[in-house]
Each structure stands twice: as structure tokens, then as C-alpha cells.
């Protein structure tokens, strides 16, 4: 009973699938940072505490994921940023962006807002013209809201150990303790000698 | 049950790769010419366990089998499940380079100590007997090594309680797995290959 009891806590306990790796992703989102945590069976990591610092280790700020291990931040300094969450038991997701990256999501904001407003023939929004800036950021937000499966996905499969590497694996570790095998064979038969 | 690199400190890291080593030297050692292969082979199935992910509740859980390698080759299972973490940190980039001597540590003496503990209760008696016996070091090699994990965690900042608590129940599921199926393979080898668990101290490689 006590044990049957045991097991259903460790079981109901929030532990997402703790024997996993992590997987994390840092993109550019309009003039925010979108990032995804989580693990690489498809279990997303909800309401995480995401701390965000610079190359020298100061801290810029903090955010936290959604209920689908999503999170954004907003880059109020052009430099390198890093993304830290702690998961827990050992598993600790931690994201770069490069300064130039940064820096061009902060750059390209004001760009993007001004030609919408000011109407001036900007030479990227030439052939977008006739969007407004409503519908434009509009469309920006359904291009990223249906690129997302795509990258989760592609990220879940990176993640994926394909047979090829587990027989290479074997094929090491055989390989490894075949040579210590000839090793130690030849001191043997060297000190019989 | 890996460790990532970056969640530990550096004085962690590097105690972790020093003792490492030490558990390396000490393995080579006690590993005679005619345990080679049966270290290969546990290296192997060792490395090719972490992939066989067992489905229980909403979540997964993931075989370790450091156990079972302890029970076998004693001391020589440290440098066993060396080289099965590093290829699996090369292959599937489970754990990491850095961090490599820490989950060596973490893994590999929870199985030597279930080696010398249970060892000769595994070799004595009965199949049967042996196969119980050998559940229970499959069982406490886990155990050991959720704590090992707890303390590393711990040794870097975090909360010892809680990090134990953590491992520990969500690692529940895999010391009933593992003790089962190092009970089986006890079994198998009692029966089939006794002279797996003759003594072979001394005979230097």
C-alpha cells in the first residue's frame, strides 16, 4: 500500500520526463526574442524561470515560458545575450544570441515601424507596399505561429539518435576494448617471453 | 541521470574529473586479459541502454544498467562506463565533454560499490539466489547513483533535499526496472556461464 502509494507520488509529481535531453532555441520575433525550452521527446518546459545575461555574466533581466515552454524578450542592449533556465535534477537549458543578431533586431524594429507610418518608399517594404503596418506585423505573427511545429519539429529531430550512431557507438566501444585487448595480449605474451 | 554541462560549478567539474581518473586507474588495474571482452560487452549494452526508453504514465524513464556492470566486473566497470558515457556524450550528446568526469563518477562507483557489496552474495547459492541478490545490487546502484547526482547538484548550490527528492522518486520506476532485469541477467549468467563470477583477483592485465 505504502509502496503503491510511493509510486503514484513519483509519478503524479511534476517531473517531465527527467532522463531526456534538453533542447532549447533562440530566434528573432519583430523586435523581440522568442525562445523554447524543453526536452527532447516533445515535452515542453511550462512556467520556467528564464534568466537572461550578458558575455561577462551580468544580468540583463529575466522572463519566463508559457504553458508551451515559449518565452520572449524584449533586447534593450546590443550585445551577446544568454539565456539560462534551470529545469532541474541536473538539466539546465542555456541559449546564445550573438550581439549582431541582437543588434539587428533592435535595429530593424524602428525601421519597420517608421516606413509603415511615415509612408516613405523604404527599399525592403518596396514590394509590401500596399500592407499597412497592422496587417504586416499581422502576417509576421501567422508566419512565425506556422513555422513553429515546423521548427519544434526540426529541432526534435536533430535531437533524434538514429541507428546509424548507435551502431557506430557499438562499433567504437568494440573497437576501444579490442585494442586494450592487443594491448594487454602483447604485454602478456612480451613479459612470458 | 546525465548531468549537463553548465549546471555544475567548477570545482565540481574538476574534483569530478580528478576522482575520475583515480576510478580509471583503479578499474585497468583489476581488469584482467580474460575480462576484456565481457567489459566490452557490458560497455556496450551500457551505452545502448539509455536509448531503450521505457514508457510509464505521461512520462518516460530511461534504463541506466550500471548496476548490472558493477555485479560483473567490480572496479573494472569504472572504465566500462567510461567509455560508454563518453560515446554517449559524443553520439547523442547526452550529458557533455566537460562534465564527463562528474557523471563517470556518479555513475560508475554506485556500481562498483554494488559490485563489491553484493558480489559474492551474487556468486554464492543458488541461480535463484544470485538472481536476488543481484536485483537488489541493480536496485541500489540506482539508488546510489540518484544520490551521487543529488550531491553533485548539491556540491554546486542547489538544495540537497529537494535536488535527492527530485532524482529519487522520479528514479523509482527505473530501480524496479533495473532490478528486474538484472535479476534476469544474473540469472541467465549464473546458469549458463558461472565462471563469469569466479574470482579473478590478483591476475594483473
Known sequence: MIRSCVLILALLAPLPALAHNVISAVFPSGSDIEGEVGFSNGDMAPDLLIEVFDQAGGKLGETSTDADGFFLFTPSEPVTHIFRGDLGAGHVAEVIMDAAEVAQIMGQSPTAATPAGAGTAAIPAAPAADLSGHARAELATMIRNELRPLRQELTAFKNKSDFQSVLGGIGYIFGLFGLGFYIAARRKIGSGA | ?205
Open chain 2, 1 to 205: 541521470m546525465h548531468i549537463v554541462d553548465g549546471a555544475l560549478s567548477n570545482p565540481v567539474v574538476i574534483g569530478g574529473a580528478v576522482a575520475a581518473v583515480g576510478g580509471i586507474a583503479m578499474g585497468l588495474r583489476s581488469l584482467p586479459l580474460e575480462r576484456i571482452p565481457a567489459a566490452g560487452v557490458l560497455s556496450a549494452s551500457f551505452f545502448v541502454a539509455s536509448l531503450i526508453h521505457v514508457p510509464i504514465g505521461p512520462s518516460s524513464v530511461h534504463l541506466i544498467l550500471n548496476g548490472l556492470a558493477g555485479l560483473i566486473l567490480g572496479w573494472a566497470a569504472f572504465p566500462a562506463l567510461f567509455v560508454g558515457l563518453l560515446l554517449q556524450a559524443v553520439f547523442f550528446g547526452f550529458g557533455g565533454l566537460t562534465v564527463l568526469g562528474v557523471n563517470a563518477v556518479n555513475i560508475a562507483l554506485p556500481a562498483v560499490l554494488a559490485g563489491l557489496m553484493f558480489r559474492p552474495l551474487v556468486a554464492r547459492g543458488s541461480p535463484l539466489q544470485g538472481a536476488i541478490w543481484g536485483g537488489i545490487g541493480g536496485g541500489a546502484a540506482i539508488a546510489l547513483t540518484t544520490l551521487a547526482v543529488a550531491v553533485s547538484l548539491m556540491l554546486s548550490g542547489d538544495e540537497f533535499i529537494l535536488a535527492a527528492k527530485l532524482v529519487f522518486f522520479s528514479h523509482i520506476p527505473v530501480m524496479v526496472i533495473e532490478a528486474l532485469l538484472s535479476g534476469a541477467a544474473i540469472f541467465l549468467a549464473r546458469r549458463v556461464k558461472p565462471e563469469l563470477f569466479a574470482d579473478t583477483k590478483g591476475s594483473l592485465a
